[in-house]
């Protein structure tokens, strides 16, 4: 079973009008809970990135919260290797706290659900330099945004989505009145 079908199996593509984390908006949801409660679809797509990365001499993996600590576990136990994870600081920036250490030359394999700007992706990358880190790579669930990011590093994505979103002031669902849902509350 390939990345997409897991999703759609488990009921995690999702039809509507959504506002994503970046604040744009979407017709189209990916909602990575749905398919992260199946331990088996967890387990594949984790060895999915995993083995992307397994020449890449990772060395540490990282991802930020929440599903980003389910995925670093995982990916890290099938790489035989240390997880951590970065959280949200005062300052509402990825960092990395609770005595996660990246030591100086450490090779991190950075991991997420649902990469659509890369926000979070680039904040964790900025937190593993700050500390001496060397990013590996970039492991995704889902890759859906709509111009190609540049982190970097090589980017793998399980799935490649294509998915148009829209900025919340040039919205054409909000023209036509669709129910604006802001999912993950819920």
Known sequence: MNAEEMFRKSGAVLEGHFILTSGRHSPIYWEKFRVMQ??????????????????????????????????????????????????????????????????????VLVVDDVLTTGGSIKEVISAIKERGGIVAGVGVLVERSEQPLDFGAPLFGCHHATAVSYPSDNCPLCDAKITLIKPGGS
């Open 38 to 107: 199946y331990p088996e679809y967890v387990q594949q797509l984790c060895g999915m990135i995993a083995r992307n990365f397994k020449n890449q001499s990772v060395q540490l993996v990282a991802g930020p919260t929440t599903a980003g600590i389910i995925l670093a576990f995982e990916v890290a136990r099938q790489m035989s290797t240390r997880a951590i994870y970065a959280e949200k600081a005062e300052g509402k920036t990825f960092t990395f706290k609770r005595g996660a250490a990246i030591n100086p030359g450490d090779r």
